[in-house]
């Protein structure tokens, strides 16, 4: 007979579109729908969400919507419940922190979206407390268990590439400004004194991925620009954009690759996917995007010649071959939940924590202080 073990899960954020939409729906509400987490011992791990955050109404409009859950608006007093063994962080940036450090003096364990603080030195400080503590801790890095990288990783981890030469980054589209078309973005992402930022929100992201896929990150070289200068928030009124919308770094990894990233809210999209990774290694290139990923081996490359006064007989894209499947995906963020809650439970092996977090909230410190300096700038390890 199967056993049933409930855990129960603080949840604050969730009326945010990514606490909502893919934390609570898609990770822990479909684990549910699936009749729990088989542990592989007996036992089926039953997440128990408690709806927590400043607006009662909408909490109480998610409980009823998705089934008899807990709301509370009082954070302090759900930290104290003690069957609530975890606390989950979706809130805005600037809110995280103090959340966060909440929890870990209550001895909760804690997995938290990034950044996981508004400064690197922040960051750390919250790694250490949670170490200190002996709880599990965790930060989303959700990239990493999407098919298309899943794949790259798989071309890295079978050695396709031979020496990693470089790797070249395009992401972003257009967030409308707000006036005469809805933003598809929350209008605090563009104002650095609410913690905005596309740096801030995205080299956290490009950290993880370069250092997981292909090394650490030892220097950085970062442009960035607001492109636009006046938006409008949500309730119409507009505002002046003091926050970053578009970044161009340049990144030198551990062993000599550099890795080139764009990063934009202010880009119109010509390509496949809204983030495109391009390798390019001595035996082999690959494009990886969210979910597809395309490769051309050496023994396969064409042999271009420059002449612009004839048209291409072929069209470049074409000679690129899909990698497939092989496999069924589930979605990113419900599998990296799904890791966390065998850590918690089982102590199964975990790398993202904290500490994970920091380094991505240092690169994006980092590669601001390059933009105003106007030069590059190394990256240490982080300090223990």
Known sequence: MTDRRTIKIAMNGVTGRMGHRQHLVRSLLALREEGGLELGDGRVLWPEPVLVGRREPALRALAERYGPMEVSTDLSAVLADPEVEIYFDAQVTSAREAAVRQALAAGKHVYCEKPTALSAESA???????????????????????????????LVEGGFFGEVLSVRGEFGYWVFEGDWQQAQRPSWNYRAQD???????????????????????????????????????????????????????????????????????????HRDELLELQVDGTHGSAVAGLRGCRVQHRATTPKPVWNPDLDEREPFRAQWQEVPDNTTWDNAFKTQWELFLRHVVLDEPWHWDLRAGARGVRLAELGLRSAVEGRRLAVAEVAS
């Open 124 to 154: 750390l400080d919250l790694a250490l407390r949670a170490e200190r503590a002996g709880v599990k801790h965790g930060v989303v890095q959700d990239k990493l268990f999407l098919p298309g990288l899943r794949k790259l990783r798989r």
């Open 195 to 269: 913690g905005g930022g596309i740096a801030a929100d995205m080299f956290p992201h490009w950290e993880y991925l370069l250092h997981e896929l292909f090394g650490p990150v030892r220097s950085v070289q970062a442009l960035t620009r607001t492109h636009i200068g006046r938006r409008w928030d949500e309730e119409g009124r507009p505002y002046e954009a003091t926050a970053d919308d578009a970044a161009y770094a340049l990144f030198e990894l551990e062993g000599g690759a550099v890795a080139q990233i764009n990063s934009s809210w202010a880009v119109r999209v």
